[in-house]
């Protein structure tokens, strides 16, 4: 049996009612904001990112009403970002696990919030999957990206002094004033 599913217009509840369970790669590019990112260094390697994710629905039987609606989502990527203490590139793998419960609508979700232990969602007729992915990986991403322990590099220090060097022959802006000045009008 072979279905096809939009993940930009999920109908949630059919989804989570047949208790079904989606999982695939999908890549970074797709992903735009969380693609803004990561500090990928060509476009091959933005092309090779891939972000991996399951999807799973799951109806819970309460007694006297609804049975409640469930999503759980798993999804993970490895993403290029820039080390915030020595400004080299550092892979960060960011996870996120979690489970949403769908309800009727905004104020039930303000309602039940506090009391339940998963995120809730409104229930609407096409939901779009792949924005909750997104949103989800963004909101897992460190927000100071760092190296456990910055790598130290030989070529670090090399380049750093033809730096240095390419800046002492740029003449300093003053003493190129101060000539400026003497010159005779
Ligand atoms: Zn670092």
Redesign the pocket.
């Given at each position: 049996m072979e279905k096809n599913f939009d993940l930009k217009r999920l109908h949630v509840k059919a989804f989570a009612r047949d208790g079904l369970s989606l999982n695939g790669l999908q890549p970074l590019t797709f992903f735009e904001r969380l693609a803004d990112l990561a500090t990928t260094q060509s476009a091959s390697e933005a092309e090779n990112t891939q972000v991996e994710w399951e999807l799973t629905g799951e109806t819970v039987s309460v007694a006297g009403g609804e049975p409640q609606i469930f999503l759980h989502l798993k999804a993970s990527v490895g993403l290029p970002m820039q080390?915030?203490?020595?400004?080299?590139q550092?892979q960060v793998e960011v996870l996120s696990e979690q489970t949403f419960r769908f309800v009727a609508d905004e104020a039930t979700a303000e309602a039940e919030d506090d009391e339940s232990e998963e995120d809730l969602l409104v229930l609407v007729p096409e939901f779009d999957v792949w924005e909750l992915i997104e949103d989800e990986l963004i909101m897992s991403a460190p927000i100071v990206p760092?190296?456990p322990?910055?790598?130290t590099s030989v070529t670090m220090s090399v380049s750093d002094e033809s730096f240095e060097a390419a800046q002492a022959e740029r003449p300093n802006p003053f003493a190129a004033l101060a000539q400026l000045k003497k010159k005779p009008h």
């Open positions: 080390c915030q203490r020595c400004l080299g550092v760092k190296h322990v910055c790598p």
